[in-house]
């Protein structure tokens, strides 16, 4: 088989590089041995490339089928029309197109008697690349032959292996791209690198924020991963406790900010328009081709992009999350709910949407929009919330207020957690069996992040003390959930949260409720 990792190499290689390069692999099928014979005695010298030729002979069409199993193997075949029947050169030449699907592969039908298979008729009806009566069998209308085909196919290849690599390329940086967190991304860069060149590797990927940027992490090297050979490295390295030669290569990138490369390894630099760093380097077992590099280079510079990108939407949510908490913590200053309560009816409405399998990115909106589900009660007066016994029809309705009060607060931001925290800030109060408020909405049609909340926030409610009554124990609770089931909470949540009741005891014994309130 013809080795393409040689394919790249131009004319007039160097001669020790050229002992290594393997022979391109030509196959002559002819029923007649004087052919095989004359053909390597007049091409045995031949080479292109710096590369010499190799012959496989076959003497007939059933044997060439035998052989040609698998695509690829072959740079050029020398094929004679009439063999075992009249027609079994031009039936092979449709095998190997249309069978084997090789396309790649130069054909040359060589016929000692024109008449069989007139030129234009052949040319015309057949995809091959020349045609030649078995008289021309010099020297130099075989050369011809040769440096044509071979070249063509070096082309081609040349082609399909930038097609490769391209889709390789892109492949790895969707795969990249769809890492959900930092450290994912890190191991996912890694995990892409090598399969951009299609060859194992080892390596590094590490970067540097600009020293104006917002983070504790400025101007300073941080490896992001690093494959088993660097596995020592800390996530965040300085320069002189990285092995030798990725120092040496780091150095060089950030001191003249360009890649560098030697004959195995790459080290890819790029700059962001923000002025972050990204570093990338990868040494291999085997040579890397110029093709090849300016693949992985490309890579790291969307690489740098994404990062850049993914820190930036990370601090953006950290910053999210802090402000939702921050909200719901000052709700909470002024709720007659327990101490930890909006919390905790995060940890629990996330729990449930991990068992139900939720993307983890609509999980993490759930933990941060649930414990938004009272913001509504800043619009109802202390008096109401904080009244020590039952409420009257008047305070009642006023109470009831709370939910559409939240939701059109929260409804006024774009942003999908608040987007979501509006919708369950106004259904949460609604019951599976349709007898809630304030629309009365009943099964399905209340949406599952608010039919998940109202679940957990009943829990918490009840496990916790109230200005009005102690708290509740928690079995208490679940028990009460076991008696609502289907009636006011969906029945297969309630029988989600119940299976998980040994979790529920072990939130309450890290985080007990305490008196809440102002």
Same mark, same amino acid.
């Given at each position: 088989?013809?080795?393409?990792?040689?394919?790249?190499?131009?004319? @007039?290689?160097?001669?020790?590089?050229?002992?290594?390069?393997?022979?391109?692999?030509?196959?002559?099928?002819?029923?007649?041995?004087?052919? %095989?014979?004359?053909?390597?005695?007049?091409?045995?010298?031949?080479?292109?490339?710096?590369?010499?030729? %190799?012959?496989?002979?076959?003497?007939?069409?059933?044997?060439?089928?035998?052989?040609?199993?698998?695509?690829?193997?072959?740079?050029?075949?020398?094929?004679?029309?009439?063999?075992?029947?009249?027609?079994?050169?031009?039936?092979?030449?449709?095998?190997?197109?249309?069978?084997?699907?090789?396309?790649?592969?130069?054909?040359?039908?060589?016929?000692?008697?024109?008449?069989?298979?007139?030129?234009?008729?052949?040319?015309?009806?057949?995809?091959?690349?020349?045609?030649?009566?078995?008289?021309?069998?010099?020297?130099?209308?075989?050369?011809?032959?040769?440096?044509?085909?071979?070249?063509? !196919?070096?082309?081609?290849?040349?082609?399909?292996?930038?097609?490769?690599?391209?889709?390789?390329?892109?492949?790895?940086?969707?795969?990249?791209?769809?890492?959900?967190?930092?450290?994912?991304?890190?191991?996912?860069?890694?995990?892409?690198?090598?399969?951009?060149?299609?060859?194992?590797?080892? @390596?590094?990927?590490?970067?540097?924020?600009?020293?104006?940027?917002?983070?504790?992490?400025?101007?300073?090297?941080?490896?992001?991963?690093?494959?088993?050979?660097?596995?020592?490295?800390?996530?965040?390295?300085?320069?002189? &406790?990285?092995?030798?030669?990725?120092?040496?290569?780091?150095?060089?990138?950030?001191?003249?900010?360009?890649?560098?490369?030697?004959?195995? !390894?790459?080290?890819?630099?790029?700059?962001?328009?923000?002025?972050?760093?990204?570093?990338?380097?990868?040494?291999?077992?085997?040579?890397?081709?110029?093709?090849?590099?300016?693949?992985?280079?490309?890579?790291?510079?969307?690489?740098?992009?994404?990062?850049?990108?993914?820190?930036?939407?990370?601090?953006?949510?950290?910053?999210?999350?802090?402000?939702?908490?921050?909200?719901?913590?000052?709700?909470?200053?002024?709720?007659?709910?327990?101490?930890?309560?909006?919390?905790?009816?995060?940890?629990?409405?996330?729990?449930?949407?991990?068992?139900?399998?939720?993307?983890?990115?609509?999980?993490?909106?759930?933990?941060?929009?649930?414990?938004? &589900?009272?913001?509504? &009660?800043?619009?109802?007066?202390?008096?109401?919330? %904080?009244?020590?016994?039952?409420?009257?029809?008047?305070?009642?309705?006023?109470?009831?207020? &709370?939910?559409?009060?939240?939701?059109?607060?929260?409804?006024?931001?774009?942003?999908?957690?608040?987007?979501?925290?509006?919708?369950?800030?106004?259904? %949460?109060?609604?019951?599976?069996? @349709?007898?809630?408020?304030?629309?009365?909405?009943?099964?399905?049609?209340?949406? *599952?992040?608010?039919?998940?909340?109202?679940?957990?926030?009943?829990?918490?409610?009840?496990?916790?003390?109230?200005?009005?009554?102690?708290?509740?124990?928690?079995?208490?609770? *679940?028990?009460?959930?076991?008696?609502?089931?289907?009636?006011?909470?969906?029945?297969?949540?309630?029988?989600?949260?119940?299976?998980?009741?040994?979790?529920?005891?072990?939130?309450?014994?890290?985080?007990?409720?305490?008196?809440?309130?102002?």
């Amino acid at each position: 088989m013809v080795d393409d990792e040689m394919l790249f190499d131009e004319d @007039g290689a160097a001669p020790a590089a050229q002992a290594l390069l393997q022979p391109w692999e030509i196959l002559v099928v002819d029923d007649e041995e004087a052919v %095989h014979q004359v053909t390597r005695l007049v091409m045995g010298d031949f080479t292109f490339d710096g590369r010499p030729v %190799h012959f496989t002979h076959c003497y007939s069409a059933a044997e060439a089928r035998n052989v040609l199993q698998r695509p690829g193997q072959f740079a050029l075949v020398l094929l004679d029309v009439v063999m075992e029947t009249e027609h079994a050169g031009l039936d092979l030449v449709r095998y190997i197109r249309e069978e084997l699907g090789d396309s790649m592969v130069r054909l040359v039908l060589r016929t000692g008697q024109p008449g069989q298979a007139p030129q234009a008729v052949v040319l015309h009806g057949y995809d091959i690349n020349d045609y030649r009566e078995k008289t021309e069998l010099t020297h130099a209308k075989l050369s011809a032959v040769f440096y044509a085909g071979l070249r063509a !196919w070096r082309d081609l290849m040349r082609l399909e292996r930038a097609r490769a690599g391209l889709r390789r390329s892109i492949d790895a940086i969707t795969q990249v791209c769809d890492a959900d967190n930092l450290r994912q991304f890190g191991s996912a860069v890694l995990e892409q690198a090598a399969a951009v060149l299609g060859a194992q590797g080892e @390596g590094v990927c590490a970067s540097r924020l600009n020293a104006y940027a917002a983070s504790q992490q400025m101007g300073r090297l941080q490896v992001l991963a690093a494959t088993s050979a660097y596995a020592g490295l800390a996530p965040q390295e300085s320069l002189d &406790h990285l092995p030798p030669a990725v120092r040496e290569a780091f150095t060089r990138c950030m001191i003249e900010q360009r890649d560098h490369y030697g004959d195995t !390894w790459y080290a890819c630099y790029y700059r962001t328009r923000e002025g972050n760093e990204c570093f990338l380097y990868m040494d291999f077992a085997e040579p890397v081709a110029e093709e090849r590099r300016e693949l992985l280079a490309l890579f790291a510079a969307n690489v740098a992009i994404t990062y850049e990108k993914l820190l930036q939407r990370e601090e953006l949510s950290a910053t999210q999350s802090a402000l939702v908490a921050i909200m719901g913590e000052a709700i909470e200053t002024r709720s007659p709910a327990a101490g930890g309560h909006v919390d905790r009816v995060g940890r629990i409405a996330a729990m449930l949407g991990e068992e139900l399998d939720m993307p983890p990115a609509a999980v993490r909106q759930l933990r941060q929009a649930a414990p938004l &589900h009272d913001i509504g &009660h800043a619009g109802v007066p202390d008096a109401i919330l %904080h009244h020590p016994g039952a409420l009257d029809a008047a305070q009642w309705e006023r109470m009831r207020m &709370h939910c559409d009060i939240g939701a059109d607060m929260l409804s006024r931001s774009n942003q999908p957690v608040l987007q979501l925290a509006a919708r369950i800030a106004r259904e %949460h109060h609604e019951r599976w069996d @349709g007898k809630g408020y304030p629309r009365r909405l009943g099964g399905a049609q209340i949406c *599952l992040p608010a039919r998940i909340t109202a679940l957990a926030d009943f829990v918490d409610a009840m496990a916790s003390p109230r200005p009005w009554r102690g708290p509740h124990t928690l079995d208490e609770a *679940l028990q009460a959930v076991a008696e609502d089931h289907g009636q006011r909470f969906d029945p297969a949540l309630a029988s989600l949260l119940l299976s998980r009741s040994d979790w529920l005891h072990a939130l309450y014994r890290m985080q007990p409720a305490r008196a809440g309130g102002p």
